[in-house]
């Protein structure tokens, strides 16, 4: 069973980092694809990155992020992390991970099957 949990949001200052983890508590791994995606108060749900959970863990990134963020996974910890540097207040939002068996739309949320319950992420100027 996948069990998504995340932790590791704050409040922070603009230019600061902050890395979100994501753990499949149910320590199983069915899904092919996870990813990130951040909603912001009064907004849709928002693409952030993505990776394959098997092989070489290809990611993707929206334009909004490339370059600033980064995400990371460790197939032995059940665990996929979200390194956020050069943060901007226009970052602000609760960010979510999401798993999938799908290997296709990956930038849509309604591709996901599971969801954690997000995590608050404040970035101040």
């Known amino acids: 069973q996948v069990q998504l949990v995340e932790s590791g949001g704050g409040s922070v200052q603009s230019g600061d980092s902050l890395r979100l983890s994501c753990t499949n508590s149910g320590r199983t791994f069915p899904t092919d694809n996870m990813a990130w995606f951040r909603q912001a108060p009064g907004k849709q749900r928002e693409f952030v990155g993505a990776t394959s959970w098997s092989g070489e863990g290809i990611t993707y990134y929206a334009d909004s992020v490339k370059g600033r963020f980064t995400i990371s996974r460790d197939i032995h910890k059940y665990t996929a992390w979200l390194q956020m540097n050069s943060l901007k207040p226009a970052d602000t939002a609760v960010y979510y991970c999401?798993?999938?068996?799908?290997?296709?739309?990956?930038?849509?949320?309604?591709?996901?099957?599971?969801w954690g319950q997000g995590t608050q992420v404040t970035v101040s100027s």
């Open positions: 999401a798993a999938t068996y799908s290997r296709d739309h990956l930038r849509w949320p309604g591709a996901y099957n599971y």
